[in-house]
């Protein structure tokens, strides 16, 4: 409290000397708040013209009741209040000021008011300019305390998750997060709690549609203040992504392993069915059990031809053979071959839209996609049930946004025992399965996960335990009249006596067998192991060939750069590729080039009819 300075203990030049450099204006009013004091003043006002006057006559009324309501509470109870203000500047920028008024008392009794006001116009701008920034964040900013709540968030937490500022506000922010994420968050607050910054780390807010998005936090707290300030971004669509090009990094390297492996493989099996062939061939009729043996042998290399085709279907690595087809004529001809194959305890439906179902693709692989689904879809209702398949070309708009714009869109539907979601994570893992050991290769999905893609296609499943599971595919839409289905006709037999034939084959046992098959057939066959000596032979021996045929993939040059130099000094030499290897990126240039391709592992006939098909194209010509 202030003594004696009304009654002239302190006379006003004293009291001015003391309070000349305070940067606060300092006043001394009577109890009818008038200004008996004052150190300074606002701009516009001197301090002579002030003296005598109300402080309410510089201040707009609708501010008075605030400013009567302090000094009434400070004479009645004795004890300091404040207020806030604003002078408005006559020609400039509004003055905020923030007044601390404490009693001035003689003899216990009030006579009048000190009033310390100090201008706050500088600290408040700077406040305005950061809670503009605070709600135009893209981010999400909160400041919290340690009990578990939020006392401040931004825009963006209203927007982003759809709670509203007082939901937010008034409840724990812990009953926000996902279950999963609550242990580490307060692992994560007890380091501020320390003094530690958090940066980096990511847990899952619940929206209020009742799904999730993930948040990346930086923080820091002040301990003193029982505060904590953080910022977090949204990387939910991030974290999506990145997840989908791990999944897509994970299939390609699979893709690549299986591409190699098939290579190695399909020559293992040309020798083991071709050489199969000639003992079958060798046998005497009284020799059946033998045959049965050889036979069981052919069947089992053949289905384990079957299984490397597959491996290369789902790396991709396949060529394809399009043409223009109807899903729905396509698959119309698959049924009867899945009724076989369907038990008669589930009801097989197929349904199609009155607009035909044209795409481009390989019909084969078409006919496999639908094939393998059914089987899962059979495998999935052991005690039988619903299958449905359905065929549509929705319109545009009609169509959801990843399967719009002139899609044929598959849908098979079951109604077995549907999938956990760890399951439907792996679905088109190759060699995931389900199945007991030994009932199932785990290769059907992925085989359909790659033919889709490979026709550049999109593939969604929904399913839930018990509820069955649903597989929507869809094609791109083609342009053009369907080709007619027509089974694949198998080559005719013809002869090859008397045709020269050189053999660039880097692996010994192929050579051997694919001179065999030859030779057998009445060729005149010339062997090699490579690329260099095939052109040495030729360059420096002197020897005329009618063809060559070429392994792709050799050390050194490969089956297109040997048959390239070969032509320098045989112009005319005819060649057919071979590859146990069938990758696009290879074969698209020599496919474009129209030579003629010859995929491991080939028959006999396979063989002799490409040969015989080559040669004669030469006589045609």
């Avoid at 007890?190 to 980096?200: A, M, P, T």
């Avoid at 043409?323 to 009867?336: A, E, K, R, T």
């Avoid at 619903?386 to 545009?396: H, S, Y």
Wanted: net charge negative; charged share 20%.
């Amino acid at each position: 409290m202030v003594h004696g300075l009304l009654n002239g203990d302190l006379d006003p030049q004293q009291l001015g000397a003391l309070t000349h450099h305070s940067p606060d204006v300092i006043m001394v009013l009577d109890l009818q708040q008038r200004i008996e004091f004052i150190n300074r003043t606002a701009p516009g006002l001197t301090i002579e013209g002030v003296l005598g006057t109300s402080i309410f006559a510089y201040v707009p009324a609708e501010q008075h009741e605030e400013m009567h309501t302090c000094f009434a509470h400070v004479r009645a109870t004795g004890t300091p209040g404040s207020y806030r203000n604003i002078y408005f500047v006559p020609g400039g920028m509004p003055m905020h000021w923030e007044s601390v008024v404490s009693p001035v008392t003689r003899d216990g009794e009030p006579v009048g008011f000190t009033v310390f006001s100090r201008d706050v116009s500088e600290r408040n701008a700077r406040a305005r300019e950061l809670d503009e920034f605070f709600s135009l964040s893209l981010d999400f900013l909160c400041i919290a305390g340690f009990n578990g709540y939020f006392t401040r968030v931004n825009p963006t937490f209203m927007r982003v998750l759809g709670h509203s500022e007082q939901e937010l506000l008034s409840r724990p922010f812990l009953d926000l997060l996902h279950p999963e994420d609550v242990e580490g968050t307060l692992r994560e607050v007890e380091r501020l709690n320390r003094g530690l910054e958090v940066v980096g780390f990511e847990n899952r807010y619940r929206t209020r549609d009742g799904g999730y998005r993930v948040l990346a936090w930086q923080a820091r707290a002040d301990p003193a203040r029982q505060r904590i300030f953080a910022v977090a971004r949204d990387v939910t669509e991030q974290r999506v992504l990145e997840a989908q090009l791990r999944e897509s990094q994970k299939m390609n390297a699979i893709g690549e392993m299986a591409g190699g492996i098939a290579h190695d493989f399909n020559n293992l099996m040309l020798v083991v069915l071709g050489n199969s062939q000639f003992v079958a061939q060798s046998l005497r009729s009284d020799q059946a059990d033998v045959r049965a043996h050889v036979e069981e042998i052919e069947r089992a290399g053949q289905r384990a031809a079957n299984l490397t085709r597959q491996l290369l279907q789902f790396s991709r690595r396949e060529p394809l053979t399009r043409q223009i087809v109807d899903l729905s004529d396509l698959y119309g001809h698959l049924l009867g071959m899945l009724r076989r194959l369907i038990p008669e305890s589930i009801a097989l439906e197929l349904a199609s839209g009155a607009e035909p179902a044209i795409v481009e693709g390989d019909p084969g692989q078409l006919e496999q996609v639908l094939m393998n689904l059914c089987l899962n879809a059979r495998d999935a209702m052991p005690a039988g049930g619903l299958l449905n398949i359905r065929i549509d070309v929705p319109a545009p708009e009609e169509a959801a946004s990843a399967l719009a714009a002139r899609r044929v869109v598959l849908t098979v539907t079951d109604s077995g025992v549907g999938m956990t979601e760890d399951t439907r994570e792996r679905l088109f893992e190759p060699f995931f399965t389900t199945k007991g050991l030994g009932k199932g290769t785990g290769l059907g999905l992925s085989i359909v996960y790659a033919i889709v893609h490979q026709h550049g296609g999109d593939i969604r499943v929904s399913s839930a335990l018990g509820k069955g599971s649903t597989f929507q595919i869809a094609f791109p839409a083609a342009v053009g009249p369907a080709q007619a289905l027509k089974p694949a006709e198998a080559p005719a037999p013809s002869s090859t006596a008397g045709a020269s034939v050189l053999v660039v084959e880097d692996e010994e046992q192929v050579r051997r067998i694919v001179v065999k098959i030859l030779e057998h057939a009445g060729c005149r066959v010339r062997a090699v192991s490579g690329g260099r000596e095939a052109i040495g032979l030729i360059r420096d021996g002197g020897v005329v060939f009618d063809l060559a045929l070429l392994d792709v993939v050799m050390p050194g040059l490969s089956g297109p750069e040997t048959h390239h130099e070969l032509l320098k000094y045989a112009p005319n030499l005819l060649a057919i590729f071979c590859s146990g290897h069938m990758d696009r990126g290879a074969f698209a240039p020599l496919a474009e080039s129209h030579h003629t391709l010859l995929g491991k592992p080939y028959s006999r006939e396979e063989l002799l009819a490409r040969v015989h098909e080559v040669l004669s194209r030469r006589r045609i010509g």
